[in-house]
C-alpha cells in the first residue's frame, strides 16, 4: 500500500518562507510524477505545482516566481519551498504522486492526508 505522508506546514506571517515535504513509502521502484495541489475554505482543490521523474515542472501562475518544487527520486521524496507568502496562499496543501510502481503492482494515483499552511500576521 502506498502512502504520502506531508510535513512542514504551519503559521507564517506575509512575506516570510516555509518549505514542504512529501516522502512516499511502500515498495516503491518509481513514481512517474509528484505534486502539490491546495483547497482553501470555500474553494475547490486547485494544482500548485508537479514535477515529473525527470524534472519537468509545471506551476501554476499564482505561484510562478515564488514556488520552486524540487523531489529526490532515490527517496522517493517531493518539496515545495514557498517564498513571498501571501495570505491568499492559505490552505491544506496536498501531496500528489502519479504513475506509482510497486513491487506489487502499478498504482495510478495517490494522495497525502494534507498539513495547514496559514499566512497571517
Known amino acids: 500500500q502506498v502512502q504520502l505522508v506531508e510535513s512542514g506546514g504551519g503559521l507564517v506571517q506575509p512575506g516570510g518562507s516555509l518549505r514542504l515535504s512529501c516522502a512516499a513509502s511502500g515498495s516503491i521502484f518509481s513514481i512517474f510524477a509528484m505534486g502539490w495541489y491546495r483547497q482553501a475554505p470555500g474553494k475547490q482543490r486547485e494544482l500548485v505545482a508537479t514535477i515529473t521523474r525527470d524534472g519537468s515542472t509545471n506551476y501554476a501562475d499564482s505561484v510562478k516566481g515564488r514556488f520552486t518544487i524540487s523531489r529526490d527520486n532515490a527517496k522517493n521524496t517531493v518539496y515545495l519551498r514557498m517564498n513571498s507568502l501571501k495570505p491568499e496562499d492559505t490552505a491544506v496543501y496536498y501531496c500528489?504522486?502519479?504513475?506509482?510502481?510497486?513491487?506489487?503492482?502499478?498504482?495510478?494515483?495517490?494522495w497525502g492526508r494534507g498539513t495547514q499552511v496559514t499566512v497571517s500576521s
Open positions: 500528489h504522486a502519479a504513475g506509482i510502481l510497486t513491487i506489487a503492482r502499478t498504482v495510478d494515483a495517490s
